[in-house]
């Protein structure tokens, strides 16, 4: 990336108290790291020196994982609890002299949000192989037969004929629309959106998915990319409403196109804590669905996507979280008894 330093030619100067601790602020809200816990929820900040060295990329070699819990006492039997230990894995191979790198933001946003948000929080502009429009992905020739792609080209039936592949950006894959009045309905489907989260704080659970459901057909009508972060991010707001109200069916359905939209978005990564969490979602709902239908084929199918989806959600977690990890180890006894 391209840097935009400070001046630092005065290295002698002298700062007033005021001076010092906003210069100090600064160094830590540019050099902090979010601790994030085993289901990726933040839980505090904290500063790690040496991990703070590597660099910026959107399209990184390295993701970050915390370690939590007790260890013990050198020479001695007692337990004690230790701050956040900061973990640096490699995501995808990494070839010989390669810089190791991770990302400052989101990899979910557009290349758009991404630079915006690297220049405002640290100061500098990305040109990574990813904002310079040079990560691309196989999908349907067809835009409209990109809807579940994902789930559809790994888990359903291997004998399905599936459509004609063309490599397709990155950038593009999540940013396309057929409409001419995106903004408009963004602007309409984010109102929406506002309207569910009262109705959820005024305890109307059907008020709250009711708006959900108004803002995702909204933006499908308008010929959004399925792949588009802000069509995501509501079906993440449906989904969680959804279980809330224990509508597994209708969830399960919002929980593939997460999945999908995931898949897509880390294309670039391999291996992404995000993708592993919601496949192990996906997972338990094709299980449960299972669980609550009455003929045997559909239990078998259900079954066996169920499996399918763990299994792809181990080969995630294990790298993201370690094998040792207790979500990684409860997901190995899931498969186990299926």
């Not at 010092?20 to 500063?47: C, M, W, Y």
């Not at 990494?94 to 220049?119: C, F, M, N």
């Not at 999908?139 to 789930?151: Q, V, Y």
């Not at 609550?292 to 078998?300: F, R, W």
Request: charged fraction near 25%; hydrophobic fraction near 35%; glycine fraction near 4%.
């Amino acid at each position: 990336y391209n840097a935009r330093n400070e001046d630092t030619s005065d290295v002698t100067k002298q700062y007033n108290l005021d001076q010092a601790t906003q210069r100090a602020l600064n160094a830590f809200l540019k050099n902090n790291f979010g601790i994030v816990d085993s289901l990726h929820s933040p839980i505090g900040e904290g500063i790690y020196p040496c991990a703070a060295l590597l660099n910026h990329s959107c399209h990184p070699n390295c993701i970050l994982r915390y370690e939590f819990g007790r260890s013990r006492a050198t020479n001695t039997t007692a337990q004690q609890y230790h701050q956040p230990i900061l973990q640096i894995i490699a995501c995808r191979d990494v070839l010989k002299g390669e810089e190791l790198t991770h990302s400052y933001v989101d990899l979910a946003l557009s290349t758009e949000e991404r630079r915006l948000r690297l220049s405002q929080a640290h100061g500098f502009d990305c040109d990574c192989k990813r904002c310079g429009n040079d990560c691309y992905l196989e999908l349907p020739k067809i835009e409209r037969d990109w809807d579940r792609w994902p789930l559809r080209r790994n888990i359903e039936d291997k004998e399905e004929k599936h459509p004609e592949l063309v490599r397709v950006y990155l950038d593009h894959a999540m940013t396309f629309c057929i409409g001419n009045d995106q903004y408009r309905v963004i602007r309409q489907s984010r109102l929406l959106h506002q309207r569910a989260n009262q109705c959820m704080v005024e305890g109307d659970g059907e008020g709250e998915l009711d708006n959900l459901l108004q803002a995702t057909k909204l933006m499908e009508a308008a010929g959004f990319s399925p792949f588009h972060f802000h069509l995501y991010s509501i079906r993440c707001s449906y989904l969680t409403a959804l279980l809330a109200n224990e509508r597994i069916e209708e969830a399960v359905e919002q929980c593939e196109h997460i999945v999908s939209f995931l898949a897509v978005a880390f294309s670039h990564v391999q291996n992404h804590p995000l993708l592993g969490l919601q496949l192990y979602t996906l997972g338990d709902l094709y299980s449960a669905m299972s669980d609550l239908s009455e003929q045997q084929c559909t239990k078998d199918v259900f079954k066996t996507k169920a499996k399918l989806t763990y299994t792809s959600a181990k080969d995630v977690l294990q790298i993201t979280h370690g094998r040792d990890n207790e979500m990684v180890i409860a997901l190995c006894d899931n498969l186990a008894n299926i």
